[in-house]
């Protein structure tokens, strides 16, 4: 088995497969003799983990596992649907929303539809949509960081449609997309345009205007969302997403996928979302009492950052941010990968308030040179 250590100074071709443990080659974990105590803030991981009630679940079930359990996804998927206010029809669980956006891209755009997104956004499925040979049409952010709708929306209409992807909030900015903009995108997609919302970190974001797109899907608009057990439920390991959209929409993505989801994982997710009124919040609070110290931490210094919704955040460094990337691993930080075009910001994932602490201390030496 692979460590992260173990990672150090391999160049992984695969980028385009496993994205955040490849992206993270690009960044801090590539630079030799890594502190054995590194703090790691690269990957938009929860240092929470796996909720107590899904680790025993999963301990309960690694016995059996032994066997597919093929009878039993009827049920899992029913209760994944539940959570979600959806009917099993409307959903398709993958391995990670990274399979899932893998066959959404893969379906939905075509040599003559392309990929519409903004730049810079998650990479994954603007590197898959190019892998595969599709056009990809880029739109800046507005001066606050934030996605400009109605671009996206010209974009396709000029393409005669297309997939947009908008991730909300947006990996690497941590920047929102406001609901009535969301609302405003659905209302005016273009013909033939299918909106790909990526709600990975939606559960960290405490604006009230920060609204799910779910509502959307029970309409049978012709919106797409992705969801994971990534983030918020701290199992990123264990490789449980999911799409939800119109019936005809999931009949199109399903036979893409690879196979059912692993079912201890499984049983872990039914198990957490049964108490998902008190995990998401619980977690999201603690969370943003941590982001918010670290903001008011940066003001102080009068050091500028975007405002964050997720659980990771942009520091403006002042001069380019590769200095931050390859200076902070060794002294036990490692910060996210640089993410062009903004090229001074530093992206950093909310830890601990003790790796937070790590965090500004090591930041702080290499900002102060
Ligand atoms: C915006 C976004 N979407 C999707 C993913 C994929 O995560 P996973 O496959 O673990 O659900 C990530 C990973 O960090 C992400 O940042």
């Given at each position: 088995?692979?460590?992260?250590?173990?990672?150090?100074?391999?160049?992984?071709?695969?980028t385009?497969?496993?994205?955040?443990?490849?992206?993270?080659?690009?960044?801090?974990?590539?630079?030799?003799?890594?502190?054995?105590?590194?703090?790691?803030?690269?990957?938009?991981?929860?240092?929470?983990?796996?909720?107590?009630?899904?680790?025993?679940?999963?301990?309960?079930?690694?016995?059996?596992?032994?066997?597919?359990?093929?009878?039993?996804?009827?049920?899992?998927?029913?209760a994944?649907?539940?959570?979600?206010?959806?009917?099993?029809?409307?959903?398709?669980?993958?391995?990670?929303?990274?399979e899932?956006?893998?066959?959404?891209?893969?379906?939905?755009?075509?040599?003559?539809?392309?990929?519409?997104?903004?730049?810079?956004?998650?990479?994954?499925?603007?590197?898959?949509?190019?892998?595969?040979?599709?056009?990809?049409?880029?739109?800046?952010?507005?001066?606050?960081?934030?996605?400009?709708?109605k671009?996206?929306?010209?974009?396709?209409?000029k393409?005669?449609?297309?997939?947009?992807?908008?991730?909300?909030?947006?990996?690497?900015?941590?920047?929102?997309v406001?609901?009535?903009?969301?609302?405003?995108?659905?209302?005016?997609?273009?013909?033939?345009?299918?909106?790909?919302?990526?709600?990975?970190?939606?559960?960290?974001?405490?604006n009230p205007?920060?609204?799910?797109?779910?509502?959307?899907?029970?309409?049978?608009?012709?919106?797409?969302?992705?969801?994971?057990?990534?983030?918020?439920?701290?199992?990123?390991?264990?490789?449980?997403?999911?799409?939800?959209?119109?019936?005809?929409?999931?009949?199109?993505?399903?036979?893409?996928?690879?196979?059912?989801?692993?079912?201890?994982?499984?049983?872990?997710?039914?198990?957490?979302?049964?108490?998902?009124?008190k995990?998401?919040?619980?977690?999201?609070?603690?969370?943003?009492?941590?982001?918010?110290?670290?903001?008011?931490?940066?003001?102080?210094?009068?050091?500028?950052?975007?405002?964050?919704?997720?659980?990771?955040?942009?520091?403006?460094?002042?001069?380019?941010?590769?200095?931050?990337?390859?200076?902070?691993?060794?002294?036990?930080?490692?910060?996210?990968?640089?993410?062009?075009?903004?090229?001074?910001m530093?992206?950093?994932?909310?830890?601990?308030?003790?790796?937070?602490?790590?965090?500004?201390?090591?930041?702080?030496?290499?900002?102060?040179?």
């Open positions: 088995m692979l460590s992260r250590r173990s990672f150090a100074g391999v160049a992984i071709a695969a385009r497969l496993i994205p955040e443990m490849a992206y993270a080659q690009r960044a801090a974990v590539t630079v030799s003799g890594l502190p054995a105590d590194m703090v790691w803030l690269n990957a938009n991981e929860n240092p929470a983990g796996p909720p107590e009630v899904a680790l025993a679940a999963m301990r309960e079930c690694l016995p059996t596992s032994g066997r597919y359990h093929y009878q039993e996804f009827g049920k899992i998927n029913q994944i649907a539940a959570s979600e206010e959806l009917s099993p029809e409307q959903i398709v669980l993958g391995c990670g929303s990274s899932v956006l893998h066959t959404s891209v893969d379906i939905f755009t075509s040599p003559t539809k392309p990929l519409i997104s903004v730049t810079p956004a998650y990479e994954a499925p603007i590197e898959l949509a190019r892998t595969l040979g599709r056009p990809v049409v880029l739109t800046k952010l507005r001066d606050d960081y934030t996605a400009d709708v671009q996206l929306a010209a974009a396709a209409d393409a005669k449609g297309g997939l947009i992807y908008l991730c909300n909030p947006n990996n690497p900015t941590a920047a929102m406001k609901s009535s903009e969301i609302e405003w995108l659905v209302a005016n997609l273009p013909a033939n345009t299918i909106l790909l919302v990526d709600e990975a970190y939606i559960h960290f974001g405490e205007d920060l609204k799910s797109a779910l509502p959307f899907v029970r309409q049978g608009k012709d919106v797409i969302v992705t969801r994971t057990f990534s983030k918020i439920y701290g199992m990123a390991g264990l490789r449980v997403g999911f799409a939800a959209a119109k019936p005809a929409f999931i009949e199109q993505l399903a036979p893409l996928r690879m196979n059912v989801i692993p079912i201890v994982s499984a049983k872990g997710v039914v198990a957490a979302l049964a108490q998902k009124d995990i998401v919040p619980e977690r999201r609070t603690a969370l943003a009492k941590t982001r918010r110290d670290v903001c008011a931490w940066l003001r102080e210094r009068n050091v500028k950052y975007i405002e964050p919704h997720a659980n990771f955040m942009m520091v403006d460094c002042g001069r380019n941010a590769r200095e931050f990337i390859a200076a902070m691993p060794k002294f036990g930080v490692a910060p996210g990968r640089p993410f062009p075009p903004l090229d001074n530093l992206r950093v994932t909310i830890g601990t308030p003790g790796e937070m602490a790590k965090f500004r201390d090591v930041f702080w030496k290499v900002y102060k040179g």
